[in-house]
């Protein structure tokens, strides 16, 4: 069916689910990063793009926060880029795993593939994987560049996150060993796990996060810049695999309570991709158990309500003036 909606409508359900969300006291900051259990647990932003290059943005969405694991959705573009689809399938996975993002259990229990890109183990796999091996800055350049490229700016490193992040991160160094023994890390194993803990230091704003997923959206043309960011045969896989596994093992749950495919972070950002129409973006740092945004799951959810929107809806949507 064709569903018509006015920007001005589109606007007012951002703002109903910004004012519907602010207030839920649900939830706490994460505490296994120090740097991201101090971040000031009232900020709350929410930021829409639709593909046309329209942009909407209410409370906090020019704050840098931690990109955390949001950052692995664009690697695994990356990773698509340079090896295609079929490569990452064939070197990684796009499984989801049903526990939770940092689990060793999940390799063990698969000990063939890492899965999927979208968790921390075929996320370090995936970071093995960006060309050219062997240069730890030039492998640094391509991320950091295919991240601006799909934002329409760059991202920018939070130094003391990374410090916080690289002195603690004891289980993501046992997940890596464990791969290289799967023969499943493709470069040096300290250098893949550094850039995979680097990108996810990197600070980013809502509004960036809602031009990436609008690129995606918009089947890999990032519509504020215009650039060709990657091929549209890209688009699909990579909303693959955000939609069968983007908020770990409560992500069946979310797809089908809230309509739209969308990957979380532990810095409390959330990028929600609806194809052919939008993207959108929530970061709000208290976490529930699984380790995904409450305040943002809440307003992307009432925003996909108010609107009657979802991915399986099977709906043709026209959003105009
Ligand atoms: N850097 C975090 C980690 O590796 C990212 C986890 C997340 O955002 N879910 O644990």
């Known amino acids: 069916m064709d569903k018509t909606i006015s920007i001005a409508r589109v606007r007012q359900a951002a703002r109903d689910a910004y004012d519907a969300a602010k207030n839920l006291s649900g939830g706490a900051n994460a505490n296994y990063i120090p740097y991201l259990a101090n971040i000031d647990s009232d900020l709350f932003g929410l930021s829409v793009t639709l593909v046309d290059g329209t942009s909407i943005s209410i409370g906090d969405t020019s704050y840098k926060f931690g990109i955390e694991s949001v950052s692995k959705v664009p690697t695994a573009i990356l990773a698509m880029i340079q090896h295609s689809p079929e490569g990452v399938l064939e070197k990684i996975g796009a499984d989801a795993t049903g526990l939770p993002f940092n689990s060793i259990f999940a390799i063990l229990l698969e000990n063939d593939h890492p899965s999927t890109p979208l968790v921390n183990a075929g996320a370090i796999s995936a970071c093995s994987m960006i060309e050219p091996k062997g240069d730890s800055d030039a492998k640094w350049k391509a991320i950091t560049d295919n991240i601006a490229a799909l934002c329409g700016s760059a991202p920018e490193l939070i130094d003391e996150l990374y410090k916080s992040e690289s002195s603690t991160n004891f289980n993501n160094r046992a997940i890596a060993w464990l791969l290289k023994n799967y023969s499943r890390i493709y470069d040096d194993v300290d250098m ?81 991709v609806l194809p052919g129409v939008l993207g959108i973006a929530a970061f709000a740092p208290p976490l529930d158990g699984a380790g995904n945004s409450v305040k943002a799951q809440a307003a992307v959810k009432a925003f996909m309500q108010s609107l009657g929107l979802g991915i399986m809806n099977g709906d043709r949507v026209i959003i105009q003036n």
């Open 192 to 272: 893949s796990l550094d850039l995979y803990t680097r990108q996810c230091s990197l600070g980013i704003t809502s509004d960036q996060l809602a031009v990436m997923a609008a690129t995606i959206a918009n089947g890999g043309l990032n519509p504020l810049t215009k650039t060709r960011v990657f091929d549209p045969e890209i688009a699909p896989k990579i909303t693959t695999l955000i939609a069968t596994v983007g908020f770990y093992q409560n992500t069946g749950d979310w797809l089908y309570t809230s309509g739209i495919p969308a990957k979380s972070g532990v810095g409390g950002g959330v990028l929600g």
